[in-house]
């Protein structure tokens, strides 16, 4: 049990100060965009707004204390906007960080990432090989940025600095900086899932990018079934490859150096997001969901329109369910809340259409008076309307073909403060991994098992959903985002892993047990 206390963890305090561990100086976050979105306007002006999501929140405190710098994508390709240096330094004025911008142009945005990123690495990391572009052309442009990223850290960088690079679109920067004789630690983490290696070896570039991120000093995963594709990968460059120590963190030992490589489930805000969820407007507009439905349990889908969520499969699953269990009829709503993503991806943009015309073929089959089966939203959701929603809903249904955490699945287990609410998750979404004992695990190309597991859900009597509730709710309260900072920096900086304190709980939550 981690005795600390939530506001030492907020601080991160205790990663750089407490024991025997060194200590984290400067922190340098790269990331491929900048916490804040900034939008120009036609007259050149131009303005932030901060980016909502947990790395933010759980990296803010850590900045703030130790200080350092973000450096990444401000979302626009717009160049030498004049206003930008002075806009970015307001924006964190007393955040205790700065940022730093990396700047794209239009072919960059197109072949780094629209092309290289979200064309190749997203749909193979997702399992989706036959989604791949492999365009030939993708691949320098994505070094090329990757460089750019690399020169970006390197202008500023002291030898003390701890650089910790975030996700798919930036694999190669510390093979960059390595290139560039910077021999300081450099820790990265993939939000997303890591494929096997059948699927992995299909990228062109699969040797330079497997060296590329073996110049990383430690490499965190979501899951250890991540961790384990990767070393199955990397043994395809050396099969005499070898491994020492067992558990969260492991050392991958290549000729030229050690690798360690760790598996740490990213969480959320758990407190904040529970204390916005007993709010009074939140439970006013819960309310109101409610009274608009009376005598229904609603179901819960939310997700980013991304292909990989399986928003397709989950309609025809709904649609399978109400063929075949009548006592749903009238007495179920499907939510269905689509937020834009990426839309300049024609894909993207297909799939939407799919998506509408299928919710379109359902209501039709099975739309009666008083009663519209699925209520579909295109849209953001405000803070307030999307915790009611959670707070509302009797089932969530989460179920992606493939994701690297799902943090909807954690959210909704946050929100529920009346312990209720039955969560069915893919078994594919790294969640399923910590939230098994609690949640209906499902594989979402089964079309039959998640229709009865709506089913399931439907007729789940309140005992059962309370006991899996309090389950799912007290794993992500303990290993919230905090946490997550907290053990990979300790992990990236400890000087013997077999010193590194694995809390005795954690392993069992995080080993993939379904398959
Ligand atoms: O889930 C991966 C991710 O990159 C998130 O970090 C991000 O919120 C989302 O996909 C959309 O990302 P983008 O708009 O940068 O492609």
Redo the contacts with the bound molecule.
């Keep these: 049990m981690d005795m600390r206390t939530d506001a030492s963890r907020r601080a991160g305090a205790t990663t750089v100060e407490t024991g025997t561990q060194p200590s984290v100086n400067r922190l340098v976050v790269v990331s491929?965009?900048l916490p804040f979105i900034l939008s120009v306007q036609d007259d050149g002006g131009c303005s932030l707004v901060p980016g909502a999501?947990g790395l933010v929140s759980a990296l803010a405190p850590v900045l703030r204390n130790r200080g350092g710098m973000w450096i990444g994508w401000p979302g626009s390709t717009a160049r030498n906007i004049p206003d930008l240096d002075r806009v970015l330094l307001n924006a964190t004025r007393d955040s205790g960080y700065t940022l730093q911008p990396v700047e794209l142009g239009e072919e960059e945005k197109e072949k780094f990432?629209r092309g290289f990123s979200?064309e190749i690495i997203w749909p193979l990391f997702h399992d989706l090989q036959s989604d791949c572009n492999f365009d030939p052309s993708y691949w320098n442009v994505y070094r090329s940025v990757n460089s750019k990223f690399a020169q970006a850290i390197l202008a500023t960088h002291r030898d003390d600095d701890f650089v910790w690079v975030h996700?798919y679109h930036l694999m190669n920067v510390a093979h960059e900086l390595r290139s560039n004789g910077l021999t300081s630690r450099i820790a990265f983490f993939l939000?997303?899932p890591f494929p096997p290696l059948d699927i992995f070896a299909k990228l062109p570039w699969r040797f330079q990018v497997l060296t590329s991120m073996l110049d990383y000093d430690l490499i965190g995963f979501q899951t250890l079934r991540d961790r384990r594709n990767f070393i199955q990968c990397a043994r395809l460059l050396d099969p005499d490859l070898s491994l020492s120590g067992k558990g969260q963190v492991t050392t991958l030992n290549t000729r030229e150096r050690e690798v360690r490589l760790g598996a740490f489930p990213i969480g959320i805000d758990y407190t904040e997001f529970a204390k916005k969820a007993a709010s009074g407007d939140v439970t006013a507009m819960a309310d109101l969901l409610h009274k608009d439905l009376p005598n229904r349990q609603i179901i819960l889908g939310i997700d980013?329109l991304d292909y990989t969520k399986g928003i397709r499969h989950r309609l025809e699953a709904f649609c399978r369910a109400l063929q075949r269990f009548p006592d749903m009829h009238q007495r179920v709503t499907l939510v269905q809340v689509v937020v834009p993503?990426?839309e300049d991806i024609p894909r993207y943009h297909e799939m939407r259409v799919e998506i509408e015309r299928t919710v379109g073929e359902i209501n039709g089959q099975f739309t009666q008076s008083g009663w519209v089966p699925i209520h579909y939203i295109f849209r953001n959701l405000t803070r307030v309307e999307l915790l009611a929603y959670y707070r509302a809903s009797h089932i969530a249904l989460v179920t992606p073909l493939k994701d690297?955490m799902n943090l909807v699945a954690k959210e909704f287990c946050a929100a529920r403060i009346d312990e209720n609410g039955v969560l069915i998750l893919s078994e594919f979404a790294g969640a399923a991994a910590q939230l098994q004992r609690g949640a209906l695990i499902v594989n979402p190309y089964d079309v039959e098992d998640v229709a009865e597991a709506i089913h399931h859900a439907f007729i789940m009597p309140d005992g059962e959903r309370h006991q899996r509730m309090r389950k799912m709710r007290r794993s992500v309260r303990e290993y919230d985002i905090f946490r997550w900072v907290d053990s990979f920096l300790r992990a990236a900086i400890a000087k013997d892993l077999g010193d590194f304190p694995l809390p005795e709980e954690y392993v069992p939550h995080m080993e993939t047990v379904v398959l």
């Design positions: 491929n965009r999501g990432y979200n996700d939000h997303i980013r993503s990426r690297g």
